[in-house]
């Protein structure tokens, strides 16, 4: 997101329904002040910060200037904290009025109508004072995930401390300290001052990827078409992404990706306007450590170091949130949902047998990982319609 102003460990790939990224690969406009004048804890050693899983997603528990606490998810691809512009409401008091824009992983734009002082952020025995925050109209997300999310805190938050995200214990923490110097294994050097990007080889070639736990798949490459496949990439579903919502097309590589010295064997990348990104579903047998100061990252795992990707399942619909409600955005040629009848702008009620709201955090995979087929309930010119839709490999 950039801000402007008008003046063998097995990875399942994520097959996303829903939401994908929010706001990967964000620069920061030097109007903003995005890292806090100080971090204080109340053990430098190590603190563990309050928050919870949602899908592939930590969402941290925070008070603002005094009030909450608000869920702020937590997104290293993220070069600004967001506050929704209902919490921006709540600390007027504290806010002044711009005329800017957001831009988001797929290039799309929002608007930004006020920067919110943010004097104190208390996240558990952590503080962080003196930083800025971006209001955004944040309902496509809350509604993507079926949770209350109030905010995103990006990564200059953690510019004075190492931040860890502990992907298999699913904690975060905070401490004082340095990681020790980059060895090109699992100590890799960030290429990058202020974003945590890292040099991937493709194959024999080098590129830089952003590592963003703001995002729920795995990885996403920018020149897409322009990558070998092992067969023919396939639309599978919708993102969302600040500024709205987009296809999602994803394919296998008939080449590997090394990260120091992780190997991902072959995987399964998703299409990019802007940014190459490694999002949380290649991350997740990781513990990952931000060592934003001294441009480091650590990746620590208790398995291989080899990475392999199954295979994508889906149904061949993309879903949206529009005007209060979800409903069928596209219908994908040559896959189920088709074969079966479902339509374009048909309103959705239930899938596999839960309304949506019962679905908070859930993972579609977990919907399409088992299974032959999974139910469908659409409202379509006020008469409810019951589909039972195969599921079919998408991506082999």
């Known amino acids: 997101m950039s801000h402007r102003a008008r003046t063998p460990a097995v990875v399942r790939t994520l097959l996303v329904a829903f939401a994908l990224a ?109 930083l800025e925050a971006i209001a955004l109209d944040l309902s496509r997300i809350q509604a993507t995930l079926g949770a209350g999310v109030d905010g995103i805190l990006g990564y200059p938050a953690f510019r004075d401390v190492l931040l860890v995200v502990d992907y298999p214990a699913s904690a975060v923490r905070v401490s004082k300290g340095d990681l020790p110097p980059a060895d090109g294994r699992a100590i890799v050097a960030l290429t990058s001052r202020d974003r ?52 999602l097309t994803s394919g296998r590589l008939e080449t590997d990706l090394t990260l120091g010295d992780v190997v991902f064997r072959r995987p399964v990348v998703e299409k990019s306007e802007s940014f190459d990104l490694i999002g949380a579903e290649a991350l997740k047998t990781f513990v990952v450590t931000f060592d934003q100061r001294n441009r480091r990252i650590r990746l620590h795992t208790a398995g291989e170091r080899v990475i392999t990707f199954s295979p994508v399942r889906g149904i061949g619909v993309g879903f949206d949130f529009s005007e209060g409600k ?41 919907l399409f990982d088992t299974g032959d087929a999974v139910d469908l309930t659409v409202i379509r010119q006020r008469r409810r319609l019951d589909f039972r839709v195969p599921i079919m490999t998408v991506v082999p």
């Not at 005329?99 to 004097?119: L, T």
């Open 326 to 366: 979800w409903g069928i955005a596209r219908v994908f040629p040559g896959q189920p949902a088709e074969a079966v009848g479902i339509l374009p702008g048909d309103s959705v009620i239930r899938l596999g047998g839960k309304r949506l709201r019962e679905l908070a955090c859930t993972r579609p995979i977990d």
């Open 196 to 247: 945590p990007t890292v040099d991937v080889r493709v194959g024999s070639r080098s590129r830089s990827f952003l590592i963003d736990t703001g995002k729920a798949g795995g990885f996403s490459c920018c020149d897409f078409d322009r990558l070998g496949f092992a067969n023919p990439p396939a639309t599978i579903a919708m993102g969302v992404a600040v500024g709205g919502s987009y296809e």
């Open 22 to 130: 929010f706001l990967a690969g964000c620069s920061t406009n030097s109007a903003i002040n995005a890292r806090p004048d100080q971090a204080i804890l109340r053990d430098p050693a190590g603190v563990t910060l309050p928050t919870r899983r949602c899908a592939n997603y930590f969402l941290v528990q925070a008070r603002l200037n005094g009030k909450g606490p608000f869920n702020l998810l937590l997104d290293t691809g993220a070069s600004q904290t967001v506050v929704s512009t209902r919490v921006a409401e709540m600390l007027r008091d504290d806010a002044r009025a711009v005329d800017m824009y957001a831009e988001g992983a797929q290039g799309k734009r929002q608007d930004v109508r006020s920067i919110v002082s943010i004097r104190r952020l208390q996240v558990g025995d952590a503080e962080l004072r003196g």
